[in-house]
């Protein structure tokens, strides 16, 4: 419950008689963005309500007698305390209607807010489905029906935790009986790390939920997952990336279009759903780029292509209509989703790359290949879609050990200190 405010000039009904008469209400912060007024009129004052409700837009309401001359009855005639619990609730009701709620209704759960970042989500960015079915399978269940305005850090903490030792699921139908996956033979040090990153995922999907609905004023505050952090390097998985002689390999083992497919990928590092939506008109020959329309963030990008890339989508939309498929099946039909799947792990066997790597390897090929031949962290970053480094240096910080090491050894300045060879170490001589 929140505590009542105290103010000297205006909780008692002789201090309040002798403030002057005024048109302007004397106004009193009791909360964020909310003020009790009191105006005085020549017999008994009003309480005013003063509400800040965003955008630069405020309501002002006469909420009732102040309690001048007749006893405070809770319902016409109020004291100061009631007049601020009033003014409370209208506050309350005032944001619901803002954000298009119904003024008075059952609380805001954390179902309720899932749905109305999901909505937003389908509209907006491309991850809606993934979004939608971690938040039915891990988040509702266990915080669903409860309101978020008495959400606590202790419960999501609680729940986040629970989620990193749950085993991992296999996605099923909805009614259909939970399958899990049968854990294999690893570390278990790596298992708990990949639970912990599961876990850590879908708490970014609760997070960007609640901060949704804060931000559209349905929840007054964001105190309660604000404080919890996602699990420390959970996410330090070493990313697989073909060597060149492993790409060779591969494209040499492709043929047709699938072959195409694959160089394209490796030449752009763009993923295999903006490849497949790619039309001829997307290809800008003057500029040596290539237009993704729509990415998994929902935002555009222009991918700089190398030499090697400008001849090989040069040759792909020589004559082609504008609006035609740009990397299309044998078929001439777009390529539909996972259709790469059992191409590329053929395509694999064939170039003896084993494990098979599955298309999103050739992606990181790109990016940790690049690094290692000097491209900035940042070029990298934009041709790849992120707004800034976070994600490369999270995925290819690392690049490879030998990368490092000759990086060391070719960039490290020398002092040209020759080492006296008639020096021996006594440890030596014993």
């Not at 000297?8 to 007024?37: C, T």
């Not at 749905?115 to 491309?126: A, C, M, N, P, T």
């Not at 990949?194 to 609640?210: D, E, G, P, W």
């Not at 996602?230 to 040499?252: H, I, M």
Request: hydrophobic letters at 40%.
């Amino acid at each position: 419950m929140a505590r009542t405010v105290r103010d000297a000039n205006l909780e008692s009904r002789a201090a309040r008689l002798r403030l002057k008469a005024a048109a302007k209400p004397y106004y009193r912060a009791i909360d964020v963005g909310l003020h009790i007024g009191y105006r005085r009129g020549k017999t008994a004052g009003k309480w005013v309500m003063r509400a800040y409700l965003g955008n630069e837009i405020y309501r002002v309401e006469t909420i009732g007698s102040a309690d001048d001359t007749l006893d405070a009855d809770g319902v016409e005639f109020l004291n100061f305390s009631q007049a601020q619990t009033l003014a409370r609730t209208k506050f309350v009701e005032s944001k619901r209607i803002a954000a298009g709620l119904p003024a008075q209704g059952g609380p805001y759960t954390v179902a309720l807010c899932i749905e109305d970042y999901l909505r937003w989500l389908e509209q907006h960015r491309k991850t809606a489905k993934d979004a939608r079915w971690r938040a039915l399978a891990l988040i509702l269940p266990t915080l669903g029906k409860i309101d978020c305005e008495k959400l606590s850090t202790k419960q999501l903490r609680d729940w986040r935790d629970a989620a990193a030792e749950a085993p991992a699921r296999i996605r099923t139908k909805i009614g259909d009986k939970q399958l899990f996956r049968t854990a294999p033979d690893q570390d278990p040090a790596e298992a708990r790390r990949r639970r912990r990153a599961s876990a850590n995922r879908v708490l970014t999907i609760l997070k960007a939920a609640l901060n949704h609905a804060w931000r559209d004023q349905k929840i007054s505050s964001d105190q309660a997952w604000r404080a919890l952090k996602p699990f420390a390097q959970a996410d330090a998985a070493r990313v697989r990336y073909l060597t060149v002689e492993e790409a060779k390999r591969l494209l040499n083992a492709t043929s047709g279009s699938f072959h195409d497919l694959v160089h394209a990928a490796l030449l752009t590092g763009c993923r295999f759903g903006e490849l497949a939506a790619l039309q001829a008109g997307d290809f800008n020959q003057d500029s040596g780029t290539l237009q993704i329309r729509t990415s998994k963030s929902g935002k555009g990008r222009h991918v700089v292509l190398t030499e090697e890339g400008l001849g090989f989508f040069s040759r792909l939309a020589a004559g082609q209509p504008t609006r035609s498929i740009l990397l299309p099946t044998e078929a001439g039909t777009r390529w539909a989703k996972s259709q790469q799947s059992r191409p590329m792990t053929d395509a694999c066997k064939a170039a003896r790359i084993d494990p098979p790597a599955g298309f999103h390897t050739l992606r990181h090929t790109y990016a940790s290949l690049s690094i290692m031949n000097g491209a900035p962290l940042m070029v990298i970053a934009r041709n790849l879609g992120h707004v800034d480094t976070r994600m490369v240096e999270k995925h290819y910080g690392h690049m490879s050990s030998t990368y490092i090491a000759d990086a060391i050894r070719a960039a490290v300045p020398r002092f040209g200190v020759e080492m006296d060879r008639k020096v021996v170490a006594l440890e030596t001589t014993r």
